[in-house]
């Protein structure tokens, strides 16, 4: 019986959504809770692997059960058993080939940024605190510029093995709430820090270190030291996958 898994999580505490021997990860968590219902392992597949430190609201996982179980049953008890920084919004049956990763369209990213002279005492672990004046017709400018498809060999983690770096980037935006940024992005795919370096990018130009031109012109050039280093984890939140 192949179920589809609709969850929520902080990532704060975790090495990121996938297995790592000797560190915490969301998938072993999850992992862990099937095990003590079935009583043998159950693989869990997720749509994509957030980092370290990467939040989640609509991350998407498939499983396949050992035996019949009411998808209602074991969401609460998984809730049960799960930790309280990661809950099961939604079981539902899945065709028998569902694959969370080669089924998606499309992901949506989320960006928070906090843009005030002094830190939070709630949002310190959920947004970037950003203390310069920050331009937002600027950066919605060198947004759009990643909007396309584009190689985006400059905007991703060095190492990573992928077999293209192209990627197409359906939307692309800032938008402002008080002392909010928020920095919306749909893309087909991402490659891995894409996101985080992106949004490193775009607050440059709101601060005035950078110029919409430069941005692409680090994008045509597909050179990784030239664009600036990633914007830190806890701002970024996987918010939808679809399908």
Known sequence: MVLKLTLEYDGGS?????????HDSIQGRIEAALERIFSTPV??????????????????????????????????????ML????VVLDISPAPADF???????SRVYEYRVLNRGVASAFEYRYS????????LAAMNCAARIFVGEHDF?????????????????????WTRDADVLLYRVEATSFL???????VAATVDVG???????????ILAGRNRHAAPANAPPGGLYLVEVRY
Do not use: C
């Open 128 to 135: 970037w605190l950003v203390r310069d004046r920050l331009d």
């Open 207 to 217: 601060r005035g270190k950078l110029t919409t031109d430069k941005i692409a012109t």
């Open 99 to 105: 694959d969370p990763r080669r089924a998606a369209r």
């Open 83 to 86: 930790p309280a920084d990661i």
């Open 14 to 22: 975790y090495s990121g959504w996938q297995l790592q021997p000797r």
């Open 43 to 80: 693989r869990v597949y997720g749509s994509g692997r957030t980092d370290a430190g990467v939040h989640a609201r609509g991350q998407v996982a498939s499983i396949s059960t050992p035996r019949p179980f009411d998808p209602a049953e074991l969401q609460r008890a998984l809730n049960a």
């Open 192 to 198: 891995r820090h894409m996101v985080r370096a992106m």
């Open 153 to 173: 060999a400059a905007f991703r983690s060095l190492g990573t093995e992928v077999r293209t770096t192209v990627r197409r980037v359906i939307a692309s935006r």
